[in-house]
């Protein structure tokens, strides 16, 4: 019977490593490297249960282990719903605009003068730059644009007194497609530094769902920050935003 535990306790283990790599792939999530340490954990407790014989604790693991199918299940459902949201959005035949064919480098200046302009003021932004991945689920219910980028455009958008300025803009290809936009939250607070507001913790969950490349200003101090594939890079320079810029700003070609 013991040995038939270790055969199916240790079938548990390789299972969820396995979707555990996967999930790590996908979304880059700390919460699943928080859940594969929990299980180390877990057969950690039940390798010393066995060895001290303690037969209520052998008991009780032999109930999880025979039904850890479901226990996993439970477990990472938030991963699995953000692995299919994900396959959703690159499988989506949402129109695209190559950047590389519209001038990636007059994007790269005019995204770095516009931010340069907010930092400076401490003007608060949110602007996020669709990639492979559709963002139309947050565009959808956005205020519509169908503006060129523009440094003018940018900074008039962010200015405190207009009615658009509450929220993030999303740059598809060369042009502004809205502004407005409602992002979604992350939920892992441990990726934030101390005492960082709503728009980055927006863009970092932007970041944990889709492929985009998010710029935030901060109100409070005018820091620049990018939140890119589920990590928030805080602080950052001008010169180090034109860097992320450069190698990030890529779609698909459009069907146009």
């Keep these: 019977m013991i040995i038939n535990i270790l055969k199916e306790a240790l079938d548990f283990f390789f299972i969820f490593l396995i979707v555990y790599s996967i999930l790590r792939i996908l979304t880059l999530s700390s919460r699943a490297i928080n859940i594969f340490k929990g299980i180390l954990y877990f057969l950690l407790l039940y390798v ?3 060895l001290l014989k303690l037969d209520i604790m052998l008991t009780l693991f032999d109930v999880v282990i025979k039904n850890w199918i479901i226990f996993l299940a439970i477990i990472i459902t938030p991963e699995l719903r953000m692995v299919l949201e994900r396959i959703g959005r690159v499988s989506s035949s949402t129109k695209k605009v190559n950047v ?18 907010l930092s400076k003021r401490r003007i608060g932004a949110l602007i996020a730059i669709e990639r492979n991945e559709s963002l139309e689920d947050f565009i959808k219910d956005a205020t519509p644009y169908r503006i060129k980028v523009s440094s003018e455009v940018l900074t008039t958008i962010f200015i405190p007194s207009t009615p658009v300025h509450d929220g993030a803009v999303i740059i598809r290809g060369d042009h502004v497609v809205c502004a ?40 409070e101090t005018g820091n620049l920050s990018v939140a890119l594939n589920g990590k928030l890079d805080y602080g950052i320079t001008k010169e180090s935003l034109r860097l992320y810029l450069d190698k990030y700003i890529i779609t698909k070609s459009s069907k146009e």
């Design 48 to 50: 010393i249960a066995f």
């Design 100 to 117: 590389e064919k519209t001038g990636k480098d007059y994007i790269i200046e005019e995204l770095v003068k516009a931010t340069e302009y």
């Design 180 to 219: 407005r936009a409602v992002l979604p939250n992350t939920k892992n607070e441990e990726n934030l530094p101390p005492k960082v507001g709503t728009r980055h913790r927006a863009a970092l969950g932007l970041s944990e769902k889709t492929d985009a490349l998010t710029i935030v200003v901060s109100e």
